[in-house]
């Protein structure tokens, strides 16, 4: 059946549907999940669009002048390294920069030598892998439910939910003004605007959000961006409001490592459980294995 015929199917169905069960039909097939297998590889697609998108509006480094702090967080580490953010750069786009000479995996150690070492890379956002290892097995059916990402910078947790989740609403809040207005974008451009919603803010200022939200996402939000004081508070924060009980709190790195060196007296113990996750979902993939493993889940208590 070519396209128009089988849209012509779908409307005579949903003519000969009882008119009162048609809401809960639309209903259903804007929210099921039973649709996954037929939109996977569009919805890829989509995310590979947006990141050709976002690319072409920010610079290679994709740190912006704003971020003073996180550019000398980056200087500060005891080896070279250089922000490759991982959902614009896959390891395909990074092959062909560096066959292009423009990026490198290696810096110089005897300038003028041929002495070279691997670069450190970090980057501030999930990569489209990460998005769906963590849509499709780390998070359970999110029909329903609210999803807060903590520091949403471009967006791309929200994007990947709009696409491999159920969620019925899915929030950043994002410090820097310059990142919402690209998550603006990007919502304008792919209809988006139903279920994403950005907030301009300091997660500190969103109390109630975070009280409500059924799932949290906080990938590596302060280290890069706060100073050790203000992460401290933050978590404070943080610990404070998050108290739904059986809401879900999704860490990079886990909250043992987010927190050590910080000055906050909290029992994790007495605020959350950590739910085991499976990292053998993909065995014939060749999936960077210790990434996946940076990503711990929690379950408040
Ligand atoms: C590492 S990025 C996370 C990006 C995104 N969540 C992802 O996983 O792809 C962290 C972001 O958190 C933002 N951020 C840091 N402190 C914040 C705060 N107190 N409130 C809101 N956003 C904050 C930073 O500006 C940065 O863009």
């Known amino acids: 059946m070519d396209f128009g015929r089988a849209r012509r199917a779908v409307l005579q169905l949903l003519g000969a549907t009882a008119p009162a069960d048609v809401p809960a039909l639309l209903h259903w097939m804007r929210t099921t999940r039973d649709f ?11 995310l ?13 480094e994709a740190v912006l002048c704003s971020e003073q702090l996180a550019l000398q967080k980056i200087r500060q580490q005891p080896e070279p390294t250089v922000h490759v953010d991982a959902f614009l750069y896959d390891e395909d786009v990074i092959d062909s920069l560096c066959e292009e000479g423009k990026m490198s995996r290696n810096y110089c150690t005897a300038c003028g030598s041929h002495q070279t070492a691997p670069l450190g890379f970090i980057s501030h956002s999930f990569s489209l892998e990460e998005l769906k290892f963590i849509y499709q097995h780390v998070l359970p059916d999110l ?3 609210v999803l807060v990402d903590i520091g949403s910078r471009l967006g791309t947790v929200l994007y990947a939910g709009y696409l491999y989740s159920s969620a019925v609403q899915l929030y950043g809040v994002e410090l820097n003004g310059e990142f919402c ?3 603006e974008m990007v919502i304008k451009k792919y209809q988006f605007g ?4 950005v907030l301009h803010a300091d997660i500190c200022t969103q109390g109630s959000l975070l009280q409500s ?4 996402v906080m990938n590596n939000v302060f280290e890069y961006f706060l100073t050790e004081p203000q992460q401290a508070s933050a978590w404070d924060y943080i610990i404070h409001n998050v108290r739904k009980q059986g809401s879900l709190l999704l860490t990079v790195p886990s909250l043992q490592d987010s927190l050590l060196g910080l000055e906050t007296n909290m029992q994790l113990s007495s605020w959350v459980e950590e739910i085991p996750l499976n990292f053998d979902v993909y065995p014939q ?3 960077d294995r210790e990434t996946l493993e940076q990503i711990h889940l929690y379950k408040v208590l």
């Open 36 to 46: 996954d297998e037929f939109t996977q590889d569009n919805n890829d697609i989509m």
């Open 48 to 60: 590979k669009n947006i990141a050709d998108d976002l690319r072409s509006c920010l610079p290679q």
């Open 143 to 145: 029909s329903g439910k």
């Open 181 to 183: 207005q690209l998550q």
């Open 194 to 197: 139903d279920r994403i919603k």
């Open 213 to 216: 939200a059924d799932v949290i």
């Open 285 to 287: 993939r060749d999936m």
